[in-house]
């Protein structure tokens, strides 16, 4: 199945901003709902954004809602998580996750809705 690499993320201080993105790790054609995730020491991954495979749905979590925002690029494959005025309590390894399989046009907050997962990326949030 379809790999995905992650890139972005590093060291930020509280108040600024990190983009991370998601790619298919081989060209293909298709486009892919994703799911970000991102999980800090000694807690459960919990689920931050979404987006459908066709950009026109996304999804975030109260935590990050109006911080947070997820883009496709143009060709589709691409997807971005842009988090704005970052705060130390979003110190965590991020984690895309695409759906590659039984694919609608929804999106999905259940980290068990997602197949192929990215190898993760630091962010850390200065105070």
């Known amino acids: 199945q379809v790999q995905f690499t992650q890139s972005g993320g590093g060291l930020v201080q509280a108040g600024g901003s990190v983009r991370l993105s998601c790619a298919p790790s081989?060209?293909?054609?298709?486009?892919?709902?994703i799911g970000w995730f991102r999980q800090s020491p000694g807690l459960a991954r919990e689920f931050v954004a979404a987006v459908s495979w066709s950009g026109g749905l996304s999804d975030y979590a109260d935590s990050v809602k109006g911080r947070a925002t997820v883009t496709r690029d143009d060709a589709g494959s691409t997807v971005y998580l842009q988090m704005n005025d970052l705060k130390p309590e979003d110190t965590a390894v991020y984690y895309c996750?695409?759906?590659?399989?039984?694919?609608?046009?929804?999106?999905?907050?259940?980290?068990?809705?997602?197949?192929?997962w990215g190898q993760g990326t630091q962010v850390t949030v200065s105070s």
């Open positions: 081989e060209k293909t054609p298709r486009t892919f709902p």
């Open positions: 996750a695409a759906r590659t399989t039984n694919i609608h046009g929804s999106v999905y907050r259940d980290e068990r809705d997602y197949h192929s």
